[in-house]
């Protein structure tokens, strides 16, 4: 059973420690980091989760969604060189959209019903595939290495253990694969097409060799000037190889650098035909508000991050 969250719990993940009597994940050498911890707790007390840039310095987090009952622990890493090692704050506030969107769970795969299939691109700690295979969707959750093996595939397959462990999940209802977004197009449709035949339960629509998506999601992947063509070519590249439903893309990210941010924008329009279109901020904010931490974090926090779809 998951666990409830409680403010108690909540300052002791700012603090550097485990909530609820778990083992310590980091020490905080310095007095100083231990006055900015202790603040933090202060100001977010009344919070189930804390902001992303408040736990960057832990090396696992329990991450949790009052809504469905359910709770993550999840691993993170600080010694990988990449950004997707840990939690962003663009996959907290999808999270909450996710929730919103798709709260009707999908029908088991005992079912005369086909689940529906998510495809996430650069997962990162898994969080939103998590969620999604909670909600009852069948989900391939994608990444490179280092992050791959060291923070994605341990988070899944604990996460996924225990969801089939509370009956919300079947054992293969998350397939975890490489998919480097600079590779050709054939190899990309390969990965995936591996990973999902893996699963007997799943199976493709039309042609039995192209995979069939009803979702793309991506969040905090646009950071990197030279990633921006790779990860648009990804997308673009599974967006359009389907010929009857097209999936529905999914993009948040945070406004850090807005000249970055609308040349992404502008490339995903005039070179890969992706005419993405903001959800409206105040429509984001309400579901947060309402679904995720809107409420008990400043909104300093996480004012920079929007949601586009297609």
């Known amino acids: 059973m998951a666990r409830k969250a409680t403010r108690r719990s909540t300052a002791k993940q700012a603090e550097g420690a485990e909530p609820d009597g778990a083992s310590t994940s980091t020490d905080i050498d310095s007095e100083s980091e231990l006055d900015d911890a202790t603040k933090a707790a202060a ?14 310095h832990l090396s696992e987090l329990v991450y949790r969604l ?3 009952d359910t709770a993550f622990r999840l691993l993170q ?20 959209f996710l929730l919103h969107t798709y709260a009707k769970p999908q029908l088991r795969s005992g079912s005369n019903v086909k689940r529906k299939r998510m495809l996430e ?7 939103l595939s998590l969620l999604m295979a909670r909600l009852g969707w069948d989900v391939v959750a994608t990444d490179i290495e280092p992050v791959l093996d060291s923070v994605l595939r341990p988070n899944i397959d604990s996460g996924l253990y225990q969801l089939v462990h509370e009956g919300h999940a079947d054992p293969e209802q998350i397939r975890v694969c490489k998919l480097d977004w600079t590779a050709a197009e054939e190899p990309k449709t390969e990965s ?21 998506l ?29 010929t009857d439903t097209k999936p529905t893309i999914l993009l948040a990210l945070e406004r850090r650098d807005p000249a970055h941010i609308d040349h992404a924008l502008q490339i995903a329009r ?41």
């Open 192 to 212: 995936l097409r591996g990973a999902i035949s893996g699963n007997d339960s799943i199976k493709s629509s039309g042609d039995s060799s192209e995979p069939h």
């Open 66 to 68: 009052p809504r469905i």
């Open 270 to 310: 005039d070179e890969f035909n992706l005419p993405l279109k903001q959800i409206p901020a105040k429509r984001v904010r309400k579901i947060f508000d309402t679904l995720g931490d809107g409420t008990t974090w400043s909104r300093d926090d996480w004012s920079g991050v929007e949601i586009w779809n297609l």
């Open 43 to 56: 100001v977010y007390k009344d919070a189930v989760n804390l902001p992303a840039h408040q736990t960057k």
């Open 214 to 242: 009803d979702l793309i999601v991506t969040a905090d992947t646009i950071y990197e000037p030279g990633l921006i063509r790779p990860l648009l070519s990804t997308i673009s590249h599974f967006y359009r190889r389907q």
């Open 77 to 96: 890493r600080n010694d990988t060189n990449s950004t997707g090692s840990s939690l962003w704050l663009s996959s907290q506030v999808l999270s909450a």
């Open 121 to 127: 691109l650069g997962s990162g700690t898994g969080l």
